[in-house]
């Protein structure tokens, strides 16, 4: 048992890059993390990684250690959920990340409900627009409005979510009406900007197919929520699922515009990595949101 602890200590470091890290992940000191590697290479006779003050990086031989434990980690994983069965119980703490817009507007609403309905499991909420890293943030299941790229995620999906373009009329009578992609480009586009966004490629399907545009703007912003109240206050052009600003169009405070080239649609859905068997506690959540999220997207209709 003791192997497998640090074993799972092990393949931690590896992905988070230093011992502090792994030892925030796992809920020990660092002092705990660095004695269970030391036993580790103790055990198997060589050295496993190099470090320095700065981080931790594995040897040639440590890597395909590395790789190897990963396939111990599934084997006792897949054993372990053998045993327990699907119905085992969901336990523990949750750790979930949602976009801003959906987790106040949505999710929050929807957590006090799930967790009354899995009382053992402790919801650790945390919403950005930011995409963080399942890995180095310990997140348990990240609930994304995106086309995932990350081939060593996998996505659970909840609803499709189709987006348009709007601005407020005052913009539009102010600035004049796009008739083409291409007009975008001499318009104020509000876009949602941060650290490794793309957000300001705007995809817009047409009868001769994609076109993508390197669009640009006065203001950008790394909160979804601020764009829509520029939109509103006439600040320019966004880009925003329906769901999202259906009150808004439905009420005249924005307008469609270029309805004949709809931009890429996106996917609603829970990520989680891969590599670990799900646990009942994400399960439960996963099998929660898809039944109880799209009848509330339904009710933020453009009718």
Known sequence: MALLENIRVFVRVVELGSFSAAARNLRLSPAVVSHRIQQLEGHVGVRLLNRTTRQVQPTEQGMLYYEACLEVMRAVEQAETSVAGAGAEPQGTLKVTAPLVFGRRILAPLIPEFQAATPNVEVQFRMSDH???LIKEGVDAAVRLSVPTDSSLVIRKIAD????????????EAHGEPVTPDDLMDHNCLL????GSTQFRWILNSPKGQVTL???????????DVLTQWAVAGQGIV????WEVADHLREGRLKPVLT????EPLTLGVLY????????????FTDFLVER??????SFTLA
Do not use: Q
């Open 131 to 133: 995409l963080l890293d």
């Open 161 to 172: 979510c189709p987006r348009l373009l709007c601005a407020a009329p005052a913009y539009l």
């Open 192 to 195: 949602l900007r941060f650290s």
């Open 214 to 224: 390197n669009v640009g703007g006065r203001l950008d912003a790394d909160d979804s």
């Open 239 to 242: 880009m925003k699922p329906v």
């Open 260 to 263: 004949d080239f709809p931009p």
């Open 273 to 284: 990595p891969h590599r670990r068997l799900l646990p009942a506690k994400v399960r439960a």
């Open 293 to 298: 999220v799209p009848p509330m997207m339904d």
